[in-house]
Antibody, heavy 126, light 108 residues
Framework: QVHLQESGPGVVKTSETLSLTCNIS????????WSWLRQSAGNGLEWIGR???????LYNPSLKSRVTMSVDRSQNQLSLRLTSVTAADAARYYC????????????????????WGQGTTVSVSS | EIVLTQSPGTLSLSPGEGATLSCRAS???????LAWYQQRPGQAPRLLIY???TRATGVPDRFRGSGSGTDFTLSISRLEPEDFGVYYC??????????FGQGTKLEI
């Protein structure tokens, strides 16, 4: 069974950098694509970016200038960095498998996100 | 950006009734790459439907997705108490790659 676990500092100060990690068990960063998303009361669900199997990334244009996603293959772990945070970045952050894996093992990378972590809440203080 | 508009905002129904949720896209969703999620309080979203009409693993057949192009529907028959929550539609393929609707709250 695939399990994703996000972790982070909980609170970040305005203008500083937010760093989160996502530990993956039951799957591999080398086999599927992965996404980061966030959810706030004001902006609903927002996709932040996708990390492809080969290591390339695609970011939401609205966040592209401040976001970096990376992978530690030895740890089977994803990382997210968001610079120059403001109050608007306060949200619950999720990592998710990007695509759908069927019971027969077919991977449809162009569909929704079929496995999500429980999320980690980030508050921004001044 | 493909904007998804969901209606109604809130749906109040009783167990045993049927529900119809709508998702309208501002432009055609390529390949009908439209998904539906259920989110219960304090939980992460759960994938219900992908490809507009394919149920995800373990999703009861009471959930049915339909539609194409710009108009999509999630139908839930014989509502059960555990069906309460917020339902989101999501498209794949535009820019940004994924966008979500604002959600429909289903109150049982």
């Amino acid at each position: 069974q695939v399990h994703l676990q996000e972790s982070g500092p909980g609170v970040v100060k305005t203008s500083e950098t937010l760093s989160l990690t996502c530990n993956i068990s039951g799957d591999s960063v080398n086999v599927h694509h992965w996404s980061w998303l966030r959810q706030s009361a004001g902006n609903g669900l927002e996709w932040i970016g996708r990390l492809y199997i080969g290591g390339t990334t695609l970011y939401n244009p609205s966040l592209k200038s401040r976001v970096t996603m990376s992978v530690d293959r030895s740890q089977n772990q994803l990382s997210l960095r968001l610079t120059s945070v403001t109050a608007a970045d306060a949200a619950r952050y999720y990592c998710a498998r990007s695509g759908v894996v069927t019971p027969r093992g077919y991977y449809y990378y162009y569909h929704g996100m079929d496995v999500w972590g429980q999320g980690t809440t980030v508050s921004v203080s001044s | 950006e493909i904007v998804l508009t969901q209606s109604p905002g809130t749906l109040s129904l009783s167990p045993g009734e049927g529900a119809t949720l709508s998702c309208r896209a501002s432009q055609r969703v390529s390949g009908d790459y439209l998904a539906w999620y259920q989110q219960r309080p304090g939980q992460a979203p759960r994938l219900l439907i992908y490809g507009a009409s394919t149920r995800a693993t373990g999703v009861p057949d009471r959930f049915r997705g339909s539609g194409s192009g710009t108009d999509f529907t999630l139908s839930i028959s014989r509502l059960e108490p555990e069906d309460f929550g917020v339902y989101y539609c999501q498209q794949y393929g535009g820019s940004p790659l994924y966008t979500f609707g604002q959600g429909t709250k289903l109150e049982i």
